[in-house]
Nanobody, 119 residues
Framework: QVQLVESGGGLVQAGGSLRLSCAAS????????MAWYRQAPGKQRELVAT???????NYADSVKGRFTISSDNAKNTMYLQMNSLKPEDLAVYYC?????????????WGQGTQVTVSS
């Protein structure tokens, strides 16, 4: 089992910055990939960024150049630095961890943290 706890959401003006954190605990050795997803009101949850256990990253086109995903293995924490925030970035942001063991994939989710961007 993996437990994920997000923090760092809040209210910010357009053009501002926020940093989200996701603290992982439990069977973290089994995690292969971690990611940030977001879900805006009335929309489906979408992938924002991913980071592998080897440190490779990938981003949605909508956040490239503005958001940076990173991890601190010593702290078992993943981050999402969000700069130049836009009103369309308003959403609940979720931390996700993927563990694959014996060919079976299992996804773990945090509780979500609200990001509100005012224009």
């Amino acid at each position: 089992q993996v437990q994920l706890v997000e923090s760092g959401g809040g209210l910010v003006q357009a053009g501002g910055s926020l940093r989200l954190s996701c603290a992982a605990s439990g069977s973290i050795f089994s995690i292969n990939v971690m990611a940030w997803y977001r879900q805006a009101p009335g929309k489906q949850r979408e992938l924002v960024a991913t980071i592998t256990s080897g440190g490779s990253t990938n981003y949605a086109d909508s956040v490239k150049g503005r958001f940076t995903i990173s991890s601190d293995n010593a702290k078992n924490t993943m981050y999402l630095q969000m700069n130049s925030l836009k009103p369309e970035d308003l959403a609940v942001y979720y931390c996700n961890a993927v563990a694959v063991r014996g060919g079976v994939r299992r996804d773990y989710w945090g509780q979500g943290t609200q990001v509100t961007v005012s224009s």
